[in-house]
Antibody, heavy 120, light 107 residues
Framework: QVHLQQGGAGLLKPSDTLSLTCAVS????????WSWIRQPPGKGLEWIGE???????NYNPSLKSRITISVDASTNRLSLKLNSVTAADTATYYC???????????????WGQGALVTVS | DIQMTQSPSSLSASVGDRVTITCRAS??????LNWYQQKPGKAPNLVVY???TLQSGVPSRFSGSGSGTVFTLTISGLQDEDFATYYC?????????FGPGTKVEVK
């Protein structure tokens, strides 16, 4: 059973680069699609982007110019980098596996525990 | 982008009540619609996918229905552990989008 363990939370200053990792256990990081999703304090969920099992990426157009999502097969981890952060990027960031089946059964499961990033 | 809305934004209910949450999409998402439950300080958990398929391990008191632009999540016989915020999410097209959430609170 796939389990996701996140790391890299913390306090950043405006214009810093956010860097988060998500360690995958119980499965190969190159065998699935992986997404990053964020949630500002007290607010709803925003899909940031994803990396496919073949290494392709799809990003939310609202963040596309600042995002890089990658995987490291040697450590079975995925990573998120977000450049030039502002206070608006303060959020809990989640990694999640995307079940993509070319059917309506396309969903996010499981999720990592989340990592709070504060920009101030 | 496909916009998702939910109603109500919050509701108060008692243990044993039947609760229904509605999710609307700005355009048809067929049945590419998922529901997640989130408790304070925790990650969301998948409850229903493909509009009506119960995720493994989720109690049968949860059910989902709908297609096109209008969907519902029903909890028949609310239990203590069901007080949480529920989000719908469309999985038809990128960027994937979520509804703003419905908070189910204790009456």
């Amino acid at each position: 059973q796939v389990h996701l363990q996140q790391g890299g939370a913390g306090l950043l200053k405006p214009s810093d680069t956010l860097s988060l990792t998500c360690a995958v256990s119980g499965g190969s990081v190159t065998a699935h699609y992986w997404s990053w999703i964020r949630q500002p304090p007290g607010k709803g969920l925003e899909w940031i982007g994803e990396i496919t099992h073949s290494g392709g990426t799809n990003y939310n157009p609202s963040l596309k110019s600042r995002i890089t999502i990658s995987v490291d097969a040697s450590t079975n981890r995925l990573s998120l980098k977000l450049n030039s952060v502002t206070a608006a990027d303060t959020a809990t960031y989640y990694c999640a596996r995307r079940w993509t089946t070319d059917t309506p059964a396309d969903r996010f499961d499981p999720w990592g525990q989340g990592a709070l990033v504060t920009v101030s | 982008d496909i916009q998702m809305t939910q109603s109500p934004s919050s509701l108060s209910a008692s243990v044993g009540d039947r609760v229904t949450i509605t999710c609307r999409a700005s355009q048809s998402v067929y049945n590419y619609l998922n529901w997640y439950q989130q408790k304070p300080g925790k990650a969301p958990n998948l409850v229903v996918y493909a509009a009506a398929t119960l995720q493994s391990g989720v109690p049968s008191r949860f059910s989902g229905s709908g297609s096109g632009t209008v969907f519902t999540l029903t909890i028949s016989g609310l239990q203590d552990e069901d007080f949480a915020t529920y989000y719908c999410q469309q999985s038809l097209s990128i960027p994937f989008t979520f509804g703003p959430g419905t908070k189910v609170e204790v009456k």
